[in-house]
């Protein structure tokens, strides 16, 4: 049986073109980057390589460019370190961001080292800017807001240069998880007022465990790492060497063809909601799936039968693979955070299809045709 992938928020398949940069890294040129000898440079040049072309395609100084372990750790640090190191006592975030940002934020607050808020949600999931807004100007200390560019769940996407600029207003740091959209839109860090951007390669093709935090140059923050130099002192350890070339590699091509691709796989994504009004009843979508919006993302929601209830599993005994909600939560079967904040009806049961580069129109007819038979 054939399976079909259509998780592709949760990861991406790798490109063969990815493997073939990161395979010499994996084989001959093995050398410690720290290390002073040629084999040693080398790798150090690869690295350096990799941040260059990075920071080229998201319109940064290298500088500003650090490699992690992924989106999560990326998060965490910028998390930590506007507490530590940048003096905010109050967060403000929201009941839909990944649990990466969700999950530490309680943690600071469990801590008693900030107090947290939770910005309005407007009726289709969008962030309601003029109430974080109010909240800035209410706030008498120093705030981080962390609000994601693009909602892993429901797709929904943040306007992060107005958001910035009302943070800019308040003196408040802006964090953006910009896993979803890093590799997906073409991003200019400079034009964007925010100090710490996160990215993961594992959703744009590359390989998992590496990603980025980009971090303005205008603030200084400490390692959250430390034993070693690397990194320029900001992370300690020995680099993922062809974790980093991959990364590189990877946000190149997605770079490269990013209007073909986008293009191709908003069709797809067209085409199945299309294809499910006409033969599911009582079909709907969830978030602001026809307007601001990730293109590889289409949240549905199904009437709830005995049937559909168990749809993820029968769609998996089916060969096709989709989710309920964030990957990271998936195996804690609790519902989804994010549709519970903006569309609570006990009587749906919501399911993510999410498309790339290889999906083509003739997987999602068999899917749909599966789901008439499901529902």
């Known amino acids: 049986m054939n399976r079909i992938y259509l ?16 395979l010499p890294y994996m084989t001959s040129h093995f050398g410690n980057p720290s290390s002073v ?17 990075v ?30 190191d ?16 969700l999950h530490t934020v ?11 808020s939770f910005v309005k949600l407007l009726p289709d999931g969008h962030i309601d800017l003029e109430d974080l807004e109010a909240q800035l100007a209410a706030r008498p200390e120093r705030c981080l807001v962390s609000l994601m560019h693009a909602n892993n769940e429901i797709g929904n996407l943040l306007d992060i240069y107005a958001t910035g600029e009302i943070c800019k207003k308040y003196n408040a740091i802006f964090h953006s998880d910009t896993v979803q959209t890093i590799g997906h839109y073409k991003i200019d860090l400079r034009k964007n007022p925010v100090h710490f951007a996160t990215a993961a390669s594992h959703k744009f093709h590359g390989p998992k465990g590496v990603g980025i935090i980009y971090i303005n140059d205008n603030i200084k923050i400490n390692p959250i790492v430390y034993g070693g130099g690397q990194e320029r002192n900001m992370r300690a350890g020995t680099e993922n060497l062809y974790g980093i070339v991959g990364f590189a590699k ?13 293009a191709y796989i908003q069709s797809l994504k067209q085409y199945m909601i299309e294809q499910l009004g006409q033969h599911i009843p009582d079909v709907a979508f969830n978030g602001d799936y026809k307007g601001q919006c990730l293109y590889t993302v289409l949240n549905v929601s199904f009437p709830k039968t005995e049937k559909s209830e168990m749809i993820l599993f ?7 693979c989709a989710s309920g909600g964030s990957a990271c939560s998936s195996g804690a079967d609790i519902g989804s955070h994010v549709i519970r904040a903006i569309n609570n009806n ?4 919501p399911v993510r299809f999410s498309f790339s580069k290889y999906n083509t129109k003739e997987e999602i007819d068999v899917v749909v045709e599966k789901l008439k038979q499901l529902i």
């Open 37 to 53: 000898y040629s084999y040693g440079r080398e790798t150090r040049l690869a690295i350096e390589n990799a941040r260059k072309t």
């Open 346 to 349: 006990p009587n749906r049961v």
């Open 314 to 320: 029968s769609l998996d005994m089916q060969g096709v």
């Open 250 to 262: 990877a946000l190149e091509l997605a770079d490269a063809s990013q209007e073909k691709d986008s």
């Open 86 to 101: 940048l003096g905010c006592r109050h967060i403000i975030t929201s009941p839909i961001e990944h649990h990466a940002v």
């Open 55 to 84: 920071a080229r395609i998201l319109q940064a100084n290298p500088g500003e460019i650090f490699f992690t372990s992924g989106g999560t750790e990326s998060d965490n640090m910028a998390i930590s370190s506007a507490i530590h």
């Open 106 to 116: 309680e943690h600071f607050d469990q801590q008693d080292m900030v107090t947290m």
């Open 7 to 22: 998780d592709n928020a949760a990861t991406t398949p790798m490109d063969p073109q990815v493997l073939e940069a990161m």
